[in-house]
Structures are given as C-alpha cells and as structure tokens.
C-alpha cells in the first residue's frame, strides 16, 4: 500500500485498505522527504479534506432481525419421526409466514443465475446449500446454516427433582 501525491493535486490511495495514520505522522515524513512547505500544505489540506468527506457519510443502522427455523416436513406430518431444519433469519418488523414464500423467491433467482442454469435447485435443502448469501439478502433474508440440522421434539416442560 502505498501514498502518492500526483501533479493534480490529488492523493492516490494504492492497496484495500487505508490505514488511520497521525496528520503530524504524515507532516513530518514529508518535511523529511525535502518538499517545500507550500506543497506540504497543499497535501495536508487535501488529507484534512479526504478525511472530513469519510467522516461526513451518513451510516445507515443495521436491519434489526429475528430467527425462524424452517423445519423439512415433506409428509406433513410431525409424529415419532426425525425432522431436519434450517435457522433462517428475517427483518424483525416482517411477519413469519412470509418466510416460505421468500424461499421460493430465492430458489427462482438462483435458478436464473448462471450458477443456477447449471445446478438447478429442487428442494429447500438444495436452496440452502447451494445458494449464496447474496441471493438470500436480495429477499431480506439470512441463512444460519447450509447443512440441516435435527429438530429435537420436546414437550416444553422441566421437571423438578
């Protein structure tokens, strides 16, 4: 990564990341490198601007969400039987039943994609499996788990002893 000042008057920022470094770091590696004070300031001034641009973004709060599980039912049935399941999560304001129906919408992108063409999905365990997170966002949508995982019956009670 690297910093350098161009006839334009701009900084180029070479590298992904910039790191946070002190204004009177970067002063005096510059008076080091024998530039005269005009210049200096010149480039002070557009790291003071640069700076202030970054700062002056607006952050938008992150999407607040709750779980649900979607449990594999294929028989329709929920009797002795072991059932497997995903741990989905949507935006908290969103209704529950919407979260099938968002699923499917998922699965349709996904199978126009160009990943999809060659692998089309059939099942939610294809979908959740196979799809990236980026065709679950699309639907405000956020999967915890690619594999399913086992939903333990209970009957919601503790015993005391």
């Not at 039912?73 to 949507?90: A, C, E, L, M, T």
Request: glycine share 2%.
């Amino acid at each position: 990564m690297f910093i350098r000042y161009t006839d334009s008057k701009y900084l180029e920022f070479k590298g992904k990341f910039m790191a946070k470094v002190d204004i009177e770091l970067v002063k005096l590696i510059l008076k080091r490198a024998d530039l005269d004070a005009r210049k200096i300031a010149d480039i002070i001034e557009d790291i003071n601007f640069e700076v202030k641009q970054s700062d002056d973004v607006e952050k938008v709060p992150p999407v607040k969400k709750q779980y649900v599980m979607v449990v594999s039912d294929p028989n329709g049935r929920f009797k002795d039987n072991d059932y497997v399941g995903w741990v989905v999560q949507i935006p908290e304001d969103e209704s529950p039943s919407t979260v099938v129906e968002k699923l499917h919408a998922s699965a349709s992108d996904f199978n126009q994609s160009p990943k999809g063409q060659r692998l089309k999905v059939r099942s939610i365990a294809e979908l959740c499996e196979h799809a990236s997170s980026k065709i679950f966002k699309e639907h405000k949508l956020w999967v915890k788990n690619k594999e399913p995982v086992l939903i333990i019956p209970t009957k919601n009670a503790i015993s005391a002893k």
